[in-house]
C-alpha cells in the first residue's frame, strides 16, 4: 500500500459540553469514581457540529471527537491510503476534501499511528470486522485488518412515520440469519440478508400469527470474542458490536437502503420494525482487546472506569460505555436518530441499566430526558432490558413510564407454575400485567423465551443446559431455566412424554396471549423450534441456532394462529383488566385470599362489547380454556 499525505482544510465551531442535570444522581465513593468529569452542558447536536463524514456540494467534511494530540483523516483508493491532518475545535477534529459518496475512509491518531480506526459516526462499511491477536498489538499496523468506513450520499431529511406498533401487540424476535437460512421460499442468494424479510413467504408468516413487531437482534457490525477463531465457532447472535451504526455487511449486504426498503416493505403488510441496540460495550473488551475505533480515538471519555483506571465490568464483556459523558450520549441519540429516520418503530436495549449509570443506576438519568425532549425519538417505542451484571444492576420497573420493559419474573413465574412449584397468585400477578412491579398501569413485555435461555420447547424437554457444542465445557449459560423434561431428557419416541410436552407447550402459550401487556415471541417457539438444549447459543451459526422450517410443528403453529386471533377480539391487547373481572376457583366460586396458596388454578371472567369472556387455567388438567362465543382449548 503507498501512503500519501495531503493537506486539508478544517471547519466548525467548539462543540458544547457536559452533563444535562436530571435528578439527584447517586454519589459515587472515591473508588467507584469516574476518571472523566465533563463540565455542565448539553451535548452538542446538529448544524456545524455534526459529527462523522457529510457531503455537502463539492466536498466533504469530516468531523470526529477524539482527545488525541493529533488525527488524520485516511482515504483509500485501492492499495493508496492518502493522509489528511485534520485540524482541531476543542475535542473535535475537523477537515474537508474531495471525497463523494462511495469513498472509504478512516482515521489514524497520534495516541497509536499504526492503529487505523472506525469511524464512530459510520454508517457503512465495506467489509465485516474479523479478529485477529495483531488489533490489540500497540504498534503494530492494522490497515490490512480494519474495515474501512463509506462515505454515504446526502441524507433524506424526510420526518419518519410513526410508529406501527403501540403496546398490547404481539413483538417477534428474530435473528436475521437465523430466522431465514433454511427458509424454504427464500432464495439461496437472499438467505441470512435482512432482504430476506421482506419476501412475501416471510411477511405472509409474520401476518398470519398476528405479529405487530418484528424485534431485530443486533444488525449492526460486530467483531468475534477473542477465544471464539480458535473454537472454530462464530459470533452469530451480534451482541459484540464496534460502531454503532454501520450495518453488518454479511447481513445488510445492500447496505441502508436495503435496511429502508425492508422496513417499508414490512410496515406496507402492517408491521412494525424494533432493532435491538446494544450500547452498552463494544467490541474493543478489556485492556487486552482490540484497538478498533473509540479505544484509539478517547480511550478514557468512552469507557467507564474507576479510580485506579481499571475498566469498569457491569457487561461481563470485559467494558462498559460511560453514559455520564455526554460525548458517549451524543453517539446513542444521534444513533437513534439515525435509525429512526430509517423508519424504525423504536428500540430494544441491551442490558439498558447501563444506559443510567454514573456510576450508579439513576431513574432520572440524562438519557431518559433526552430522549423525552427529541420531537422524533420521543415518538417511538422504548424498551428496556432492565438490568445488568453490575451493583444494583437489577432495574425491573424503574425505566420510564412511557418505556416498555423486558418481565423476567413473568418469564420465571409462568414456567415455574407449569412445571409444578411455582403459585397460582404469582401467576395471576403476572397474566395481570404485573402491578407488583408497575403499579401505575403494566408496562411489560411478558415473554416465555428469548434470544438466551430455553427455547420454548426445549423448556419442556430439558432440565439442564446442554452447550458443549459452545466448546466451554458446558460452563456458559444460565444454570437456572425453570424447566423440565417430563420424564426424559431431550429428544425421544415415548408417545405418553410427546403428548405431555406439547400439552405444556399450548399450556404456556395460551397463558402468554392471555396475558395482559406486551407479549413477545422468540422466532420458531410459534411451531416447537428446538435448540437441542442449548441454551446459550450465541456462537451457533449452523443448524443448532436456525430456524428449522422444515420439520416444524403446524399444528402447533395452527393453534397459535387461534391464540392472536382470540386475543385481538376478546381485547386481550388492552394492557389494563376491566373493572368488573371476577377470580374464581375451578369449582367456580369466588377466589378469597386464602384460596390462592393452594389453588392449583383459576378461572378469570369478565364482560365485554355483551359478551362474558372467561380464562380458565387448571395446571392438575395441563388445560388453559378461553371462551367467549366460540371455545378454545390448549389441548387437541
Same mark, same amino acid.
Given at each position: 500500500?503507498?501512503?500519501?499525505?495531503?493537506?486539508?482544510?478544517?471547519?466548525?465551531?467548539?462543540?458544547?459540553?457536559?452533563?444535562?442535570?436530571?435528578?439527584?444522581?447517586?454519589?459515587?465513593?472515591?473508588?467507584?469514581?469516574?476518571?472523566?468529569?465533563?463540565?455542565?452542558?448539553?451535548?452538542?447536536?446538529?448544524?456545524?457540529?455534526?459529527?462523522?463524514?457529510?457531503?455537502?456540494?463539492?466536498?466533504?467534511?469530516?468531523?470526529?471527537?477524539?482527545?488525541?494530540?493529533?488525527?488524520?483523516?485516511?482515504?483509500?483508493?485501492?492499495?493508496?491510503?492518502?493522509?489528511?491532518?485534520?485540524?482541531?475545535?476543542?475535542?473535535?477534529?475537523?477537515?474537508?476534501?474531495?471525497?463523494?459518496?462511495?469513498?472509504?475512509?478512516?482515521?489514524?491518531?497520534?495516541?497509536?499511528?499504526?492503529?487505523?480506526?472506525?469511524?464512530?459516526?459510520?454508517?457503512?462499511?465495506?467489509?465485516?470486522?474479523?479478529?485477529?491477536?495483531? *488489533?490489540?498489538?500497540?504498534?503494530?499496523?492494522?490497515?490490512?485488518?480494519?474495515?474501512?468506513?463509506?462515505?454515504?450520499?446526502?441524507?433524506?431529511?424526510?420526518?419518519?412515520?410513526?410508529?406501527?406498533?403501540?403496546?398490547?401487540?404481539?413483538?417477534?424476535?428474530?435473528?436475521?440469519?437465523?430466522?431465514?437460512?433454511?427458509?424454504?421460499?427464500?432464495?439461496?442468494?437472499?438467505?441470512?440478508?435482512?432482504?430476506?424479510?421482506?419476501?412475501?413467504?416471510?411477511?405472509?408468516?409474520?401476518?398470519?400469527?398476528?405479529?405487530?413487531?418484528?424485534?431485530?437482534?443486533?444488525?449492526?457490525? +460486530?467483531?468475534?470474542?477473542?477465544?471464539?477463531?480458535?473454537?472454530?465457532?462464530?459470533?452469530?447472535?451480534?451482541?459484540?458490536?464496534?460502531?454503532?451504526?454501520?450495518?453488518?455487511?454479511?447481513?445488510?449486504?445492500?447496505?441502508?437502503?436495503?435496511?429502508?426498503?425492508?422496513?417499508?416493505?414490512?410496515?406496507?403488510?402492517?408491521?412494525?420494525?424494533?432493532?435491538?441496540?446494544?450500547?452498552?460495550?463494544?467490541?474493543?473488551?478489556?485492556?487486552?482487546?482490540?484497538?478498533?475505533?473509540?479505544?484509539?480515538?478517547?480511550?478514557?471519555?468512552?469507557?467507564?472506569?474507576?479510580?485506579?483506571?481499571?475498566?469498569?465490568?457491569?457487561?461481563?464483556?470485559?467494558?462498559?460505555?460511560?453514559?455520564?459523558?455526554?460525548?458517549?450520549?451524543? *453517539?446513542?441519540?444521534?444513533?437513534?436518530?439515525?435509525?429512526?429516520?430509517?423508519?424504525?418503530?423504536?428500540?430494544?436495549?441491551?442490558?439498558?441499566?447501563?444506559?443510567?449509570?454514573?456510576?450508579?443506576?439513576?431513574?432520572?438519568?440524562?438519557?431518559?430526558?433526552?430522549?423525552?425532549?427529541?420531537?422524533?425519538?420521543?415518538?417511538?417505542?422504548?424498551?428496556?432490558?432492565?438490568?445488568?451484571?453490575?451493583?444494583?444492576?437489577?432495574?425491573?420497573?424503574?425505566?420510564?413510564?412511557?418505556?416498555?420493559?423486558?418481565?423476567?419474573?413473568?418469564?420465571?413465574?409462568?414456567?415455574?407454575? +407449569?412445571?409444578?412449584?411455582?403459585?397460582?397468585?404469582?401467576?395471576?400477578?403476572?397474566?395481570?400485567?404485573?402491578?407488583?412491579?408497575?403499579?401505575?398501569?403494566?408496562?411489560?413485555?411478558?415473554?416465555?423465551?428469548?434470544?438466551?435461555?430455553?427455547?420454548?420447547?426445549?423448556?419442556?424437554?430439558?432440565?439442564?443446559?446442554?452447550?458443549?457444542?459452545?466448546?466451554?465445557?458446558?460452563?456458559?449459560?444460565?444454570?437456572?431455566?425453570?424447566?423440565?423434561?417430563?420424564?426424559?431428557?431431550?429428544?425421544?419416541?415415548?408417545?405418553?412424554?410427546?403428548?405431555?410436552?406439547?400439552?405444556?407447550?399450548?399450556?404456556?402459550?395460551?397463558?402468554?396471549?392471555?396475558?395482559?401487556?406486551?407479549?413477545?415471541?422468540?422466532?420458531?417457539?410459534?411451531?416447537?423450534?428446538?435448540?437441542?438444549?442449548?441454551?446459550?447459543?450465541?456462537?451457533?451459526?449452523?443448524?443448532?441456532?436456525?430456524?428449522?422450517?422444515?420439520?416444524?410443528?403446524?399444528?402447533?403453529?395452527?393453534?397459535?394462529?387461534? *391464540?392472536?386471533?382470540?386475543?385481538?377480539?376478546?381485547? *386481550?391487547?388492552?394492557?389494563?383488566?376491566?373493572?368488573?373481572?371476577?377470580?374464581?376457583?375451578?369449582?367456580?366460586?369466588?377466589?378469597?385470599?386464602?384460596?390462592?396458596?393452594?389453588?392449583?388454578?383459576?378461572?378469570?371472567? +369478565?364482560?365485554?362489547?355483551?359478551?362474558?369472556?372467561?380464562?380458565?387455567?387448571?395446571?392438575?388438567?395441563?388445560?388453559?380454556?378461553?371462551?367467549?362465543?366460540?371455545?378454545?382449548?390448549?389441548?387437541?
Amino acid at each position: 500500500m503507498t501512503t500519501q499525505i495531503l493537506p486539508g482544510t478544517g471547519r466548525g465551531t467548539a462543540p458544547h459540553s457536559g452533563v444535562v442535570e436530571g435528578g439527584q444522581p447517586q454519589t459515587p465513593s472515591p473508588a467507584e469514581a469516574p476518571l472523566h468529569q465533563p463540565a455542565a452542558g448539553p451535548p452538542p447536536r446538529a448544524g456545524e457540529d455534526l459529527l462523522g463524514a457529510h457531503v455537502e456540494g463539492d466536498a466533504t467534511h469530516f468531523a470526529v471527537h477524539s482527545t488525541a494530540d493529533g488525527v488524520t483523516l485516511c482515504l483509500f483508493e485501492g492499495n493508496t491510503e492518502r493522509q489528511i491532518p485534520m485540524q482541531r475545535t476543542g475535542t473535535v477534529w475537523h477537515a474537508a476534501t474531495t471525497a463523494p459518496s462511495g469513498t472509504r475512509y478512516a482515521y489514524r491518531t497520534a495516541n497509536d499511528p499504526a492503529k487505523l480506526l472506525v469511524d464512530p459516526y459510520a454508517i457503512e462499511l465495506d467489509r465485516p470486522f474479523a479478529y485477529d491477536p495483531v *488489533l490489540g498489538q500497540p504498534g503494530a499496523d492494522t490497515s490490512a485488518l480494519l474495515p474501512r468506513a463509506i462515505v454515504q450520499p446526502p441524507a433524506d431529511a424526510t420526518e419518519p412515520a410513526p410508529p406501527l406498533f403501540t403496546p398490547g401487540g404481539l413483538i417477534y424476535e428474530l435473528n436475521v440469519r437465523g430466522f431465514t437460512m433454511l427458509h424454504p421460499d427464500v432464495p439461496e442468494a437472499t438467505r441470512g440478508t435482512i432482504a430476506a424479510l421482506a419476501h412475501p413467504g416471510v411477511i405472509a408468516h409474520l401476518q398470519k400469527i398476528g405479529v405487530a413487531a418484528v424485534e431485530l437482534m443486533p444488525i449492526v457490525a +460486530w467483531i468475534d470474542e477473542h477465544h471464539l477463531p480458535a473454537l472454530g465457532l462464530t459470533n452469530a447472535w451480534g451482541y459484540n458490536p464496534v460502531v454503532p451504526m454501520a450495518l453488518d455487511p454479511r447481513l445488510c449486504p445492500g447496505g441502508p437502503e436495503e435496511l429502508r426498503r425492508t422496513i417499508a416493505a414490512l410496515r406496507e403488510a402492517g408491521i412494525g420494525v424494533i432493532l435491538d441496540l446494544v450500547l452498552n460495550h463494544t467490541g474493543e473488551s478489556d485492556l487486552h482487546g482490540p484497538t478498533l475505533s473509540m479505544r484509539g480515538l478517547d480511550d478514557a471519555g468512552y469507557y467507564a472506569r474507576i479510580a485506579d483506571g481499571t475498566l469498569i465490568n457491569d457487561t461481563g464483556t470485559g467494558n462498559t460505555l460511560d453514559f455520564a459523558n455526554p460525548v458517549v450520549r451524543r *453517539l446513542a441519540l444521534d444513533t437513534l436518530r439515525h435509525f429512526a429516520r430509517a423508519g424504525v418503530d423504536g428500540f430494544r436495549f441491551d442490558l439498558a441499566t447501563v444506559l443510567a449509570r454514573g456510576p450508579g443506576f439513576d431513574p432520572q438519568a440524562p438519557i431518559f430526558a433526552e430522549i423525552a425532549a427529541d420531537p422524533v425519538l420521543s415518538t417511538r417505542v422504548m424498551i428496556a432490558e432492565p438490568w445488568d451484571i453490575g451493583p444494583g444492576g437489577y432495574q425491573l420497573g424503574h425505566f420510564p413510564a412511557d418505556w416498555l420493559e423486558w418481565n423476567d419474573r413473568y418469564r420465571d413465574d409462568v414456567r415455574r407454575f +407449569w412445571r409444578g412449584d411455582g403459585s397460582a397468585g404469582s401467576l395471576a400477578t403476572r397474566l395481570a400485567g404485573s402491578a407488583d412491579w408497575f403499579p401505575a398501569g403494566t408496562r411489560s413485555v411478558n415473554f416465555l423465551a428469548a434470544h438466551d435461555g430455553f427455547t420454548l420447547a426445549d423448556t419442556v424437554a430439558y432440565e439442564q443446559r446442554h452447550n458443549h457444542a459452545n466448546g466451554e465445557e458446558n460452563r456458559d449459560g444460565h444454570g437456572d431455566n425453570h424447566g423440565w423434561n417430563n420424564g426424559v431428557e431431550g429428544p425421544t419416541d415415548d408417545p405418553r412424554i410427546l403428548a405431555a410436552r406439547d400439552a405444556d407447550r399450548r399450556a404456556l402459550l395460551a397463558t402468554l396471549f392471555a396475558s395482559r401487556g406486551t407479549i413477545m415471541l422468540t422466532a420458531g417457539d410459534e411451531f416447537g423450534r428446538s435448540q437441542q438444549g442449548n441454551n446459550n447459543a450465541y456462537a451457533q451459526d449452523n443448524a443448532i441456532g436456525w430456524v428449522d422450517w422444515q420439520h416444524r410443528d403446524t399444528a402447533l403453529e395452527d393453534f397459535v394462529v387461534a *391464540l392472536a386471533a382470540f386475543r385481538r377480539d376478546a381485547g *386481550l391487547t388492552d394492557p389494563a383488566l376491566p373493572a368488573d373481572a371476577e377470580w374464581r376457583t375451578l369449582d367456580d366460586r369466588v377466589m378469597h385470599p386464602g384460596d390462592w396458596s393452594h389453588a392449583e388454578g383459576f378461572a378469570l371472567r +369478565w364482560r365485554r362489547d355483551g359478551e362474558t369472556i372467561t380464562l380458565r387455567i387448571d395446571r392438575r388438567e395441563r388445560r388453559v380454556t378461553l371462551s367467549r362465543a366460540t371455545l378454545l382449548e390448549s389441548t387437541p
